[in-house]
């Protein structure tokens, strides 16, 4: 049969996991207020990221006696930040179910070389038995997982009463899912993600319990200037109102009060992460009713609204073996970027071969319908021209 070409096309073709698309709407003449040239420690700079913090706590709905800070390292240095900074007084779990948070088992493991650490790793497409994790230690995880598709479906499985912190690397959540903040103390995420800023800077948030930690603990490894959250056993105050460790990018700072404007205009958090569900499930309809493909996520109950990560289950494609199924995938991913339909649709260089497509806030329904029914067509061209060459 001839694949029939698709009469709709998306508006916007940006679906990569990151840097993301920008929000509906967006120009560069919305930054015209950003102070270029301007220190950042001037009076206009403080206020325009004390600004960004302030509309950060206001739209993610953070509690008022967390601190909320901007750090350079994109989410990975806020990470690194809270890795450094807090573990090592007890011991610690470390929570994996996709490739960068693999990263922070490295981390703890081979790098802090933290003798009572425990790695639990999960595989592409799956998570960890939350039940065994032990919170008399601290617990490192991902809410989640951006190249696996997975995530935690809530915070329910983390207890109230917990002796250790809970650090959560939630770069491709906040925004799109509910955070349960009570049981975080410690939040970080890049706002290149579902906000669909630009990228090099990172969000850290520390509850109550983190700063107390911070206070009353002294890691028994250096810390660079860049992690130092404290001076002479006192949190640095300044750093969570605005006073940057190190020079960030005004204009960049302008990008994402830009972007959190709009999501406040739109209704605020409720209203962000009901955009990312309606993609969530305009694509999860399709898979449902597409025989070829199928969700890397194996259980509805963990599949991520914002990092859809897909698998090609055609037996056709499959009994060939990995490598052509990888060369089948990365054929409909060329056909749709030559098309100008999607962009950067591949899976992760890790992951297991197929496609990852990008559901967060900023993405239009209908540009995620529209995607579908190229994704078919790809499907059918690929697999003719597999028919020919055979």
Same mark, same amino acid.
């Given at each position: 049969?001839?694949?029939?070409?698709? =009469?709709?096309?998306?508006?916007?073709?940006?679906? %990569?996991?990151?840097?993301?698309?920008?929000?509906?709407?967006?120009?560069?003449?919305?930054?015209? %207020? +950003?102070?270029?040239?301007?220190?950042? @420690?001037?009076?206009?700079?403080?206020?325009? /990221?004390?600004?960004?913090?302030?509309?950060? *706590?206001?739209?993610?709905?953070?509690?008022?006696?967390?601190?909320?800070?901007?750090? $350079?390292?994109?989410?990975?240095?806020?990470?690194?930040?809270?890795?450094?900074? /807090?573990?090592?007084?007890?011991?610690?779990?470390?929570?994996?179910?996709?490739?960068?948070?693999?990263?922070?088992?490295?981390?703890?493991?081979?790098? $802090?070389?933290?003798?009572?650490?425990?790695?639990?790793?999960?595989?592409?497409?799956?998570?960890?038995?939350?039940?065994?994790?032990?919170?008399?230690?601290?617990?490192?995880?991902?809410?989640?997982?951006?190249?696996? #598709?997975? @995530?935690?479906?809530?915070?329910?499985?983390?207890? =109230?009463? *917990?002796k250790g912190l809970t650090i959560c690397d939630a770069t491709s959540? +906040?925004?799109?899912?509910?955070?349960?903040?009570?049981?975080?103390?410690?939040?970080?995420? %890049?706002?290149?993600?579902?906000?669909?800023?630009?990228?090099?800077?990172?969000? !850290?948030?520390?509850?109550? @319990?983190?700063?107390? @930690?911070?206070?009353?603990?002294?890691?028994?490894?250096?810390?660079?200037?860049?992690?130092?959250?404290?001076?002479?056993?006192? $949190?640095?105050? %300044?750093?969570?109102?605005?006073?940057?460790?190190?020079?960030?990018?005004?204009?960049?700072?302008?990008?994402?009060?830009?972007?959190?404007?709009?999501?406040?205009?739109?209704?605020?958090?409720?209203? /962000?992460?009901? *955009?990312?569900?309606?993609?969530?499930?305009?694509?999860?309809?399709?898979?449902?009713?597409?025989?070829?493909?199928?969700?890397? #996520?194996?259980?509805?109950?963990?599949?991520?609204?914002?990092?859809?990560? !897909?698998?090609?289950?055609?037996?056709?494609?499959? !009994?060939?073996?990995?490598? =052509?199924?990888?060369?089948?995938?990365?054929?409909?991913?060329?056909?749709?970027?030559?098309?100008?339909?999607?962009?950067?649709?591949?899976?992760? *260089?890790?992951?297991?071969?197929?496609?990852?497509?990008?559901? #967060?806030?900023?993405?239009?329904?209908?540009?995620?319908?529209?995607?579908?029914?190229?994704?078919?067509? =790809?499907?059918?061209?690929?697999?003719?021209?597999?028919?020919?060459?055979?």
């Open positions: 049969m001839t694949a029939m070409v698709p =009469a709709a096309r998306p508006g916007c073709a940006n679906f %990569s996991c990151g840097p993301c698309a920008k929000h509906p709407g967006w120009q560069f003449k919305n930054l015209q %207020s +950003a102070p270029l040239g301007r220190s950042h @420690r001037a009076k206009i700079g403080k206020a325009k /990221l004390k600004l960004a913090i302030d509309l950060t *706590r206001e739209v993610l709905q953070v509690p008022a006696d967390y601190r909320i800070g901007i750090l $350079l390292g994109s989410d990975t240095g806020a990470v690194e930040v809270a890795l450094w900074s /807090l573990l090592g007084q007890r011991g610690v779990d470390v929570l994996a179910w996709e490739t960068f948070s693999e990263g922070w088992v490295i981390d703890v493991i081979e790098h $802090l070389r933290l003798k009572n650490a425990r790695a639990m790793v999960a595989d592409f497409g799956e998570i960890v038995d939350l039940s065994s994790v032990n919170f008399d230690n601290d617990v490192v995880f991902a809410w989640n997982g951006t190249t696996s #598709g997975v @995530r935690v479906p809530n915070a329910d499985w983390i207890p =109230a009463d *917990r959540a +906040a925004f799109a899912q509910k955070l349960d903040w009570p049981k975080l103390d410690v939040a970080t995420f %890049s706002w290149q993600k579902v906000l669909g800023g630009e990228a090099g800077h990172g969000i !850290l948030i520390l509850g109550p @319990r983190a700063v107390e @930690r911070l206070e009353s603990y002294t890691p028994p490894w250096p810390l660079p200037k860049l992690f130092r959250l404290t001076h002479e056993g006192k $949190l640095i105050e %300044s750093i969570f109102e605005g006073e940057t460790i190190n020079t960030p990018s005004m204009l960049c700072v302008e990008d994402y009060i830009d972007a959190l404007n709009w999501g406040k205009s739109l209704g605020g958090l409720d209203a /962000l992460v009901a *955009r990312a569900d309606a993609n969530a499930k305009a694509l999860s309809d399709w898979v449902e009713r597409t025989p070829w493909i199928d969700f890397l #996520g194996k259980d509805p109950a963990f599949r991520s609204n914002t990092s859809i990560c !897909l698998k090609i289950v055609d037996p056709a494609v499959t !009994l060939l073996g990995r490598e =052509a199924e990888a060369k089948f995938a990365k054929s409909i991913v060329s056909l749709l970027e030559k098309e100008n339909i999607a962009y950067d649709i591949g899976s992760y *260089r890790d992951a297991p071969p197929g496609l990852r497509i990008w559901c #967060g806030a900023t993405i239009e329904t209908s540009d995620v319908a529209a995607l579908t029914l190229w994704l078919d067509y =790809a499907y059918q061209k690929t697999k003719g021209d597999l028919a020919k060459a055979a």
